[in-house]
């Protein structure tokens, strides 16, 4: 079986692989991957770390990502554009809740339009 992915952005590693252990206690099987920091491993963000995030989470199903703050989603935008991938969906919501809820609901089998769906109506759409 196949799940929609989940990856996790945020300026500091600690943080993306923090949010990953959080679901990890409840959910074994979705693919979640992290795209923390810099390639330094400092504080930021980077498309490549993101771009690689994506493929590795990617399974067939498509992938949400969900960011911590401002430059991390324009980082995300355009890891997207570059991927060329159209099964790929950036998510308006708390990282670490919307995170959880998207792990949840792939973990239901449910496709990547119902998981958008799902964060949307717990979080508002934008």
Known sequence: MSYTGVVLISHS???ADGVK??????IKDVPIETA???????IGTSVEKVQEAIHRADEG???V????IGSAKMNAEMAVEMSGTVNVKIVEAPLVEGAYLA????????????IIKAVEKEFGSP
């Open 21 to 26: 252990d959080i679901i990890r206690q409840v």
């Open 36 to 42: 923390g920091g810099t390639e330094e491993n400092e």
């Open 65 to 68: 990502m969900f960011y911590d």
């Open 103 to 114: 792990a949840v609901e792939s973990g239901m089998d449910k496709n990547l339009q119902e």
């Open 61 to 63: 199903d498509g992938v």
């Open 13 to 15: 590693p600690k943080v």
